[in-house]
């Protein structure tokens, strides 16, 4: 079976500091698609940002950047300058095409904000 | 924006029940998914739809059904509510059109069955 492993079931960073969240896969598709939701308290799931597998150049929105290592199955999350409002859980997800459209998820991260 | 709308955000059922939970979106796709969220679980895919009356079973379709009579109506019916089927259920949908397309959410129902 696919599978998506976050191994940081919680992490804690301080406003305006960086952290990181960790995210492995495992597929033996060479085409697939990753992305990483945000769910604040009012349970709506946002998302935060995708990255296509065939692409080599690491995507970026805004203070959310990716760090995606193909060969290693990894696809980090980082938030700069961390702020009260990406207080979440955060779930990495993967899609490759032979599983439709549906996404893959991880069981999430829940990130805590201290001021 | 995308919306996707379920109709409730909680309910409370009776062991046995049958339940029925609604979801609606107003974008055209034609993608259509059902989540199951357990803390510790991560979300967990019940049945998925491509088409108007087409259905896919996902990991844990045991114990539900769907239907999708209409292509902006998506249903999740328990046929007879368990208590170990307290959960949050999640509906999605997406555009079939580009393999990078998001799965845009509804905020969620927490049904708990005592």
């Known amino acids: 079976a696919q599978t998506v492993t976050q191994s940081q079931p919680e992490m804690s960073v301080q406003e305006a500091e960086t952290v990181t969240l960790s995210c492995t896969y495992d597929t033996s598709e060479s085409d697939y698609y990753l992305f990483w939701y945000k769910q604040p308290p009012s349970r709506q799931m946002i998302l935060v940002i995708r990255q296509e597998a065939y692409k080599q150049q690491n995507a970026t929105e805004n203070r959310f950047s990716v760090n995606f290592q193909k060969a290693a199955k990894s696809f980090s999350l980082k938030i700069s300058d961390s702020q009260l409002g990406d207080a979440a859980m955060y779930f990495c997800a993967y899609r490759t095409p032979n599983s439709g459209y549906a996404l893959n998820f991880g069981k999430g991260t829940s990130l805590l904000v201290t001021p | 924006d995308v919306k996707v709308t379920q109709s409730s955000r909680y309910l409370v059922k009776r062991t046995g029940e049958k339940v029925f939970l609604e979801c609606v979106q107003d974008?055209?796709?034609?993608?259509m998914f059902w989540y199951r969220q357990d803390p510790g679980l991560g979300l967990r895919l019940i049945y998925f739809s491509y088409d108007v009356k087409m259905k896919e079973k996902g990991d844990i379709p045991e114990g539900y059904s769907v239907s999708r009579e209409k292509k902006e109506r998506f249903s999740l019916i328990l046929e007879s509510a368990s208590t170990n089927q307290t959960s949050m259920y999640l509906c999605a949908s997406s555009y079939v059109g580009q393999k990078n397309s998001p799965l845009h959410f509804g905020n969620g129902t927490r049904l708990t069955v005592t």
């Open positions: 974008m055209d796709h034609e993608n």
